[in-house]
């Protein structure tokens, strides 16, 4: 999920009764914890929806990169709504959106029309995902890492829940009707919202971060930095390993060990971990880069013992220390791109973000042609070779100084 860093004097103060407040923070976790199961839901069905709509070959991989399509459509239109709309309508729209097209999703006779919905679902999970962290940090200016931390890791929570959930839906429904159950959640959490909205309507909700205006020489001159684009190309490698370890590892334990089960069960203990690196790792003294550059190396090292050993258990163990090694990826990347660009971290999250969302739309297609084309094995292998990639791009950027530094 995308983190917004902010200092704390760049938010102006939230003027309002403690129970408004409550109410909102409420309402923002409980709808962080369900967007976790949307999230997961393209990896988890994988199996169910190739097999519904006869997919071989690269378009295999269309669910995921489909989903990341409209995520990236959500985060360039973003920036337009800034200081124009209320956030917290901003944030029941996008889970409404999600609502329709989940439903539109289970009930699509057609590939294309449930591929129209997925990319519609993606702008929903885009607009959702920023409003949730701004939000929190709007009402808890002066406390906003306690905060935004809760909501990380609730998320994580639901992202280790939801494959467990949703496998033992489909023990008694359709992979449709999993996606009816997601979006009679995902409801509910709206329902969360509205109220808390209603209750916060002498809010204003609207507060944004004292940031310069950004103009075109200001963003040539970020793209002219050769750290810059070194932490961004390492941020996309850090993509692909996530990307690539969690949304083909399901269709992996299929094809190889033939039981899709623990494929769910691979992305249940991955994300436990990972959820447990994302609140250790802030409190290791060791530099953000030194850090994804070891994770790198050690995520490489971890998927190549677990396609090479051809055991099932060996993969799940494998998995579970990958969630420890690349689980802090995302907010150790977003906080080593905006070193020394305090005033312009709209500038630098949205760059960062949108490389991570072309990697997030490339890696799929790619694993799920190479599986089709070569073999299974080598499709996984992907996240090997960006993980390789994250030490080379790491590696360079800790040789050149960040903006902050002399």
């Known amino acids: 999920m995308p983190v917004f860093l902010c200092q704390r004097s760049d938010f102006m103060e939230t003027r309002t009764n403690p129970p408004a407040v409550k109410g ?51 985060l360039l239109v973003n920036p337009l709504f800034q200081g124009r709309t209320e956030k917290l309508f901003m944030l029941l729209l996008s889970g409404l959106l999600q609502v329709a097209m989940l439903l539109l999703s289970g009930s699509a006779s057609s590939f294309a029309v449930f591929l129209t919905a997925i990319v519609l679902l993606g702008v929903g999970c885009g607009w959702l995902d920023g409003y949730i962290n701004s939000c929190m940090i709007d009402f ?34 359709s992979w449709r009707g ?43 001159g970020y793209l002219r930095k050769k750290r810059n684009l070194l932490l961004l190309a390492c941020g996309a490698m850090c993509a692909m390993v996530q990307t690539g370890l969690t949304c083909w590892i399901v269709r992996y334990m299929l094809l190889v060990h033939n039981n899709d089960a623990l494929g769910a069960t691979c992305l249940t203990v991955y994300w436990v971990a990972a959820t447990v690196n994302r609140f250790l790792a802030p409190h290791l003294r060791v530099r953000p880069l030194l850090l994804i550059l070891g994770g790198g190396a050690l995520s490489a090292g971890l998927l190549a013992l677990g396609i090479l050993s051809g055991s099932a258990a060996v993969m799940c163990l494998c998995f579970g ?18 070193r020394g660009y305090q005033g312009s971290t709209t500038l630098t999250t949205s760059m960062y973000m949108f490389v991570t969302g072309i990697a997030r739309v490339v890696v799929p297609i790619l694993m799920a042609d190479l599986s089709d084309a070569v073999s299974i094995q080598v499709g996984m292998s992907v996240p090997i070779f960006a993980g390789l990639l994250v030490i080379l791009f790491a590696a360079g950027a800790l040789r050149l100084p960040a903006p902050d530094e002399p």
Do not use: W
């Not at 709808?31 to 990896?43: E, G, K, P």
């Not at 890492?145 to 959930?165: D, R």
């Not at 220390?321 to 905006?338: I, Q, R, S």
């Open 24 to 74: 909102v923070t409420a309402a923002i976790l409980v709808t962080a914890f369900l967007y976790a199961f949307v999230n997961s839901i393209s990896s988890v069905l994988l199996n169910e929806v190739v097999a519904a709509f006869s997919l071989t070959g690269a378009a295999q991989g269309l669910l995921s990169s489909m989903l990341s399509v409209g995520y990236m459509l959500a």
């Open 140 to 173: 808890h200016p002066h406390d906003s890492p306690k905060y935004l931390s809760l909501l990380h890791g609730l998320f994580g929570v639901g992202s280790l829940l939801a494959p467990l959930l949703m496998q033992a839906l489909l023990l008694g429904i």
């Open 178 to 220: 999993v996606f009816f159950v997601i979006a009679a959640m995902t409801a509910g959490a709206m329902l969360c919202v509205a109220l808390a909205r209603r209750g916060a309507k002498g809010l204003d909700s609207r507060q944004q971060a004292r940031e310069e205006r950004l103009s075109l020489q200001q963003f040539g």
């Open 321 to 338: 220390l990958l969630g420890l090694v690349t689980g802090h990826f995302m907010p150790m990347m977003v906080a080593e791109c905006a």
